[in-house]
């Protein structure tokens, strides 16, 4: 996915957990547990509402910086047994000042349902994601695009 900000300022908007509850849909709750030496969120609990209710569950994040990426794999969850994936942001090849995007995401269940209600709730995960991180990251890019041209004049 291409996204019109550049690596460095998607990868801000993906650490400010703190943020999330304003642009991830279901998210009813986020706690930072742990930061790690650099004070990013490191153990970070989330209470999501699905399946018709709420569950709660805690992810470990790493990062890598060349390109920047942002990790993160299941410590505990009520609903789920596996949640892994990562945030991959890349300069955009010829489309300067622009990221590619790369997100990964395996979701392991810990109840029993259908086939074709998981790959849509998994379809589902994905696209909101998307979607609201996309949406997220080009609004403030612009809004600080103003204010730098505000400040300029």
Known sequence: MLVDAPPGFCFEVVIDFESYPEWVSD?????????????RGHLIE????????NTTYILQYSYESDPPKVIWKLREGDLVRRLDGEYKLAPAPGEAGKTLLTYSLTVDLAVSVPGFVKRRAEARILQT?????RRRVEDLWRETEHERSSQAC
Do not use: C, K, Q, S
């Open 129 to 133: 994601a998307l979607d609201g991180f």
């Open 46 to 53: 989330f209470t999501v509402a699905a399946m018709g209710r």
């Open 27 to 39: 998210l009813e709750r986020i706690r930072v547990l742990r930061r790690n030496e650099d004070e």
